[in-house]
């Protein structure tokens, strides 16, 4: 637990740090673009993260992959002197966490709901639209809503957002209905 929690304190002081040297310098947002596509990267390329945790690396060599990961090489100054500092420091084993830090900090400073839909076909970009539109009539923020396709549904949909689930699939239809017809036949044996 302690490391866990060392891992955290760590991780939150930096993403602060970031978050308020990005926003001092205007670039707040663009960092949480390159911070979307790094934290991407980090979950697709599990090597990313291998290759952080090389001792042997260079520190140079780790910038230019983590600049790559980051938005092609093409990175703004302030997370590259970020991820400068974090080499110089030797906590680039923390960096995953950081970067995840940041856009969690960052989404709450600019009240950012993240929500999914996730449906059996594709979902019309209308539909997708009207969702979003009640979101921010409910939150007084903005959203940044995810579509899934997932055959198993058989029909309906799921949406997600924040710690709020509405399961409207068919299989989760299905799934209750055969709860219940146990439960009921359990009482008469």
């Known amino acids: 637990k302690l490391i866990v929690m060392y891992i955290g304190v760590i991780s939150m002081r930096y993403a602060k740090a970031l978050l308020a040297y990005a926003d001092?310098?205007?670039?707040?947002?663009?960092?949480?673009?390159?911070?979307?596509?790094?934290?991407d990267s980090f979950s697709k390329v599990p090597e990313l993260r291998q290759a952080l945790d090389n001792p042997v690396l260079p520190a140079g060599t780790k910038l230019k992959l983590i600049c790559e990961a980051?938005?092609?090489?093409?990175?703004?100054?302030?997370?590259?002197?970020?991820?400068?500092?974090?080499?110089?420091?030797?906590?680039?084993?923390?960096?995953?966490?950081?970067?995840?830090?940041y856009i969690d900090l960052y989404r709450k400073q600019k009240n950012i709901n993240v929500g999914k839909i996730t449906t059996v076909c594709p979902v019309a970009?209308?539909?997708?639209?009207?969702i979003r539109a009640l979101v921010v009539e409910k939150t007084h923020g903005t959203v940044e809503l995810k579509t899934k396709i997932d055959p198993k549904l058989e029909g309906g949909f799921i949406f997600e957002i924040g710690t709020y689930r509405l399961d409207a699939s068919v299989a989760n239809q299905i799934k209750r209905v055969k709860q219940q017809f146990i439960a009921k036949n359990r009482r008469i044996v």
Do not use: H, N, W
């Not at 001092?24 to 934290?39: C, F, K, M, N, R």
């Not at 092609?72 to 995953?96: A, P, Y």
């Not at 970009?125 to 009207?130: F, K, L, P």
């Open 70 to 101: 980051a938005g092609g090489g093409k990175v703004s100054e302030e997370l590259k002197r970020f991820v400068e500092l974090v080499l110089e420091e030797r906590r680039e084993k923390f960096l995953q966490f950081m970067i995840m830090s």
């Open 125 to 130: 970009e209308e539909v997708v639209s009207r």
């Open 24 to 39: 001092e310098s205007g670039t707040a947002d663009t960092v949480y673009t390159e911070a979307g596509t790094l934290a």
